[in-house]
């Protein structure tokens, strides 16, 4: 275990825009090292969490740390430690990816010399250097947070923060990032990320946060969360509407999943044949209403669900996985 | 305030970012090397020969042309400053603690360049319409003075105005007033042809002193107490703007 304080640790932190709450009490801590992901929905305070860190916005109330520094007291020792990548690739269109990096290696402090060397390395570690010469405007999305995330690390930070990195990215991209960010950690990095998929926070989290209502919702492991809210559960789809509505008024609030469009609801279960068979038969009396059975294994989706009471996320209760 | 501060490196750095930028922005770049030129021949030929001044018009209109130049020129500042809060480029500035005189003056010394550009070729142009300076090294070069210090001190309030804008288009109209700022001034008609009230202001207002000098300067006539009447209002003008940009430069980000 690494000593000396937690690369985040925040207590009792508040933020409001108006009368809209967005942090309402959260205090979490991240031990230095590994990833961490903040998982929540859009609107659950990721965003306003990471910006707060990077002394972006200033909290209401409450105290946040990085590396054992206030970030509104000690904002310029906050700043020397840190850095963040934005949901949007903040980057100069105009300015080719070596110019862009070299100018950020040159207001973190290197010489010109040094910020070049630094640039074509970074270029090189994410395998941009054909691109070196070529302004950013041409790039494709990938490249872009590819870039930026290159542009993060010139001043050798040893906490950084990802705001939904690999949003907008298609699967090949989003892959690639997810191994930089592996590689991060594996240098000795301390990554912060926001994600609202629970795919990426399984695939590159040590730990997971789940964040609701500005709160924070449960924290563990993905295999922790799943054993502690998870369990599992029985999927029973019914032959029509009817029946599925009947069903959903017997068992009430005990319903842990709908998908109307499947026919389909599901309820918390043990697994073993008893309970099963007894589950059966208060739902369906007259044995004709359920078509099939399944006994699910608990994903994230369903420990966010048991948490927050809604899907995590939209195209997820579309596609009605 | 640590927002005033700024760290000789950062602001090296800011400039050459924002002087290659412009260089890159070749349709920005174009217009504003050109507009300039394009409405001083519009006063001379459209306007001049209806407006009397008791020399050449030419003569007369140079001097507020290299201002309506200047405001002109100021105009893409706050665009490109707004620019860059809308793109998130300020933000990862500011996490690198980079401050925010630091950010603007890379703006600035940009706007301050192309200006300067544009303004030589105005001025070649307008000797090559008729337009006959004074040989008078020293006035010529206390002419550049009042001109860069009003470049300068305009610039900087249009980068505080790009700060106020939510978008790249309310920057661009914000920037209005600069532009419009000359027209009631000694610029491109005399004071006395306005009404009083109109007149009152052309009067105590920051340009006219500005345009006077460089008359003066150039034309190699008496310019009494102008020149420094203009650096007082651009170096006061510019220090506003300066203390101005620091204030709304946190709120603007947070």
Not at chain 2, 84 to 94: A, N, P, S, Y
Request: charged residues 20%; hydrophobic residues 50%.
């Amino acid at each position: 275990m690494v000593h000396g304080p937690p690369a985040v640790e925040l207590v009792d932190l508040r933020k409001s825009f108006g009368n809209h709450v967005v942090l309402d009490g959260l205090t979490l801590r991240v031990p230095t090292g590994g990833v961490h992901a903040l998982l929540g929905q859009n609107g659950a305070g990721k965003t306003t969490t990471v910006r707060i860190l990077a002394t972006l916005t200033r909290p209401d109330s409450g105290t946040a740390r990085v590396a054992g520094h206030d970030v509104v007291r000690e904002r310029r020792r906050v700043r020397r430690t840190i850095s963040l990548a934005g949901q949007h690739a903040a980057l100069d269109d105009g300015q080719t990816g070596v110019e862009n990096l070299t100018m950020l290696a040159r207001l973190a402090g290197s010489s010109a010399p040094a910020a070049r060397a630094r640039a074509t390395a970074l270029l090189d570690r994410f395998d941009l250097t054909d691109a070196a010469g070529r302004r950013v405007v041409t790039y494709s999305g990938g490249m872009r947070r590819r870039l930026d995330l290159a542009a993060s690390l010139v001043g050798a930070p040893s906490v950084i923060f990802l705001d939904e990195p690999t949003t907008g990215l298609d699967p090949r991209s989003r892959q690639a990032l997810w191994e930089v960010i592996g590689e991060l950690a594996g240098a000795g990095v301390t990554v912060l990320l926001t994600t609202q998929y629970l795919e990426e926070a399984d695939r590159l989290a040590d730990r997971i946060m789940v964040l609701h209502g500005g709160r924070l919702a449960a924290e563990g492991t993905a295999a922790e969360l799943k054993r502690r809210f998870g369990a599992q559960r029985l999927e029973l789809t019914w032959r029509d509407a009817a029946g599925l509505a009947e069903a959903a008024r017997r068992l009430g609030d005990r319903v842990t999943h709908r998908e109307p469009a499947r026919l389909a609801l599901s309820v918390a279960t043990d697994g073993s044949a008893p309970q099963v068979r007894g589950l059966l038969d208060e739902v369906d009396p007259d044995r004709h209403g359920v078509v099939r059975f399944t006994v699910r294994e608990a994903t994230l989706d369903d420990v966010f669900f048991t948490l927050t009471g809604r899907p995590a996320s939209p195209e997820r209760e579309v596609a009605g996985v | 305030m640590s927002e005033l501060t700024v760290r000789p490196t950062h602001a090296a750095v800011m400039v050459g970012r924002c002087v290659r930028l412009s260089r890159r922005n070749v349709d920005a770049l174009l217009t504003s090397l050109l507009l300039p030129v394009i409405l001083m021949l519009l006063f001379v030929y459209l306007f001049g020969g209806a407006i009397e001044t008791g020399s050449a018009y030419v003569t007369y209109v140079v001097p507020g042309v290299l201002l309506l130049c200047a405001g002109f020129g100021a105009a893409g500042t706050a665009v490109s400053v707004t620019t860059d809060l809308t793109t998130g480029m300020i933000e990862r500035l500011r996490t690198m603690d980079v401050g925010a005189t630091s950010i603007l003056a890379g703006h600035v010394v940009a706007s301050v360049a192309r200006n300067t550009v544009s303004t030589v070729l105005v001025l070649g142009v307008a000797v090559a319409i008729g337009f006959r300076p004074a040989v008078a090294p020293l006035r010529w070069l206390a002419a550049a003075g009042v001109l860069l210090l009003f470049l300068l001190a305009v610039s900087w309030l249009s980068a505080a105005f790009g700060l106020l804008a939510r978008t790249p288009e309310a920057a661009n109209g914000y920037t209005f007033i600069v532009m419009f700022l000359p027209y009631p001034s000694s610029a491109f008609v005399p004071v006395e042809t306005m009404p009083s009230w109109l007149r009152g202001f052309a009067e105590h207002q920051p340009v006219t002193p500005v345009i006077e000098s460089l008359r003066g300067l150039l034309l190699n006539t008496p310019v009494g107490t102008a020149p420094t009447r203009a650096a007082l209002w651009c170096l006061a003008l510019l220090a506003l703007a300066v203390l101005l940009s620091a204030l709304l430069f946190p709120r603007r980000i947070a």
